[in-house]
């Protein structure tokens, strides 16, 4: 089955600074990449997802990068505000299989 | 508001109980997801079903048990509850399999 590792578990940035989060994927199949953002006891919500036929894709302060040969797709949050510390999650999920999340980025943005 | 519906939002039950978690899905998504979350950690995913049919299974435990009904609304069943099944359970949808998933708000069980 799919399996997704998450890197890194937790990130500390300055205000104004750039926030990267990488997640690689084992299963070639896969073809669907979303990511979550979850605040402190509320739900997961979507924030950007890709499809395998593009490599990158961008909204506002976020962009999602996918290498599907390398099989890793990372999160760019840039110009970061107190407002995106969160938990992040990557997920990966190939036609007709189920969603497979990574650990989780919790990110810290600091005035 | 994600559109997906779950009931209750939190439960407070004693150990070796069983409960039942109910999830409405949004208007038209045929597929639902269980996850379990516990304190910290990640989404572990537990089992999808798709047009009333389990599609998926992940590491639910036999003590778990879920069915998604005509009505594509779905309940997942806890019984002979442990300490450690204290966690936030969400249900998720999507209009396909192919397709984004919503979360609903999660129901957090506590077991005492």
């Known amino acids: 089955g799919e399996n997704v590792e998450q890197h890194p578990s937790t990130l500390s940035v300055q205000e104004g600074d750039s926030a990267v989060i990488k997640c690689t994927y084992s299963?070639?199949?896969?073809?669907?990449f979303p990511w979550y953002k979850q605040e402190l006891g509320k739900r997961p919500q979507l924030i950007i997802d890709i499809r395998s036929n593009v490599g990158e894709k961008k909204d506002q302060r976020i962009a999602v990068t996918l290498n599907k040969t390398a099989k890793h797709f990372s999160l760019h949050i840039t110009e970061t505000q107190p407002e995106d510390s969160a938990v992040y999650f990557c997920a990966a999920k190939a036609a007709g299989n189920k969603l497979t999340f990574g650990g989780g980025t919790r990110v810290l943005v600091k005035p | 508001d994600s559109g997906v519906t779950q009931t209750p939002k939190h439960l407070i039950t004693a150990t070796g109980q069983r409960v039942t978690l109910r999830c409405s899905p949004r208007?038209?998504?045929?597929?639902v997801y269980w996850y379990q979350q516990s304190l910290d950690q990640g989404l572990q995913f537990l089992i999808q079903?798709?047009?009333?049919?389990?599609?998926a299974k992940g590491n639910i435990l036999e003590r778990f048990s879920a069915q998604q009904f005509p009505d594509l609304h779905s309940e997942l069943n806890l019984s002979s509850l442990e300490l450690g099944d204290s966690a936030l359970y969400f249900c998720?949808?999507?209009?396909?399999?192919?397709?984004?998933?919503?979360f609903g708000q999660g129901t957090r069980l506590t077991v005492v």
């Open positions: 079903y798709y047009n009333g049919e389990e599609r």
């Open positions: 998720a949808s999507s209009a396909d399999w192919d397709t984004e998933a919503f």
């Open positions: 208007s038209g998504d045929l597929s």
């Open positions: 299963d070639s199949a896969s073809n669907y």
